[in-house]
């Protein structure tokens, strides 16, 4: 189980880091993917960095405001957003794939194990 936290309202402009955490398993032989879901839109793939030489991708729609990382010491893999804006509005979530390359970071089926969200709004 993979337990997402950071989520918070914050305006335009500002900034947040997500955490993505687990106890059941090690991280570090798992890409983490970042996902989010909008209301009334499909859930999209963010960004992902891979499990061995930490690869990482991300959506053009986030390329340069976001930025994934991972502390396999911690076990925990992190998503730092800047410069938010209101349509990165959504419930945010992060998903495990085995020994993962990130090559289709965007395709949900990749994935073994999910996060339940976390709600990041952007609003003034």
């Known amino acids: 189980q993979l337990v997402e936290s950071g989520g918070d309202l914050v305006q335009p402009g500002g900034s947040l880091t997500l955490s993505c955490e687990t106890s059941q398993y090690t991280l570090e032989y798992y890409a983490i993917g970042w996902f989010r879901q909008a209301p009334g839109k499909e859930r999209e793939g963010v960004s992902c960095?891979?499990?061995?030489?930490?690869?990482?991708a991300y959506a053009d729609s986030v390329k340069g405001r976001f930025t994934v990382s991972r502390d396999n010491a911690k076990n925990t893999a992190y998503l730092q957003m800047n410069s938010l804006k209101p349509e990165d509005t959504a419930v945010y979530y992060c998903?495990?794939?085995?020994?993962?390359?990130?090559?289709?970071?965007?395709?949900?089926?990749?994935?073994?194990?999910w996060g339940q969200g976390t709600q990041v709004t952007v609003s003034s």
């Open positions: 960095i891979s499990s061995v030489d930490r690869r990482t």
């Open positions: 998903a495990a794939d085995l020994w993962g390359d990130c090559s289709k970071y965007e395709v949900s089926r990749e994935y073994d194990y």
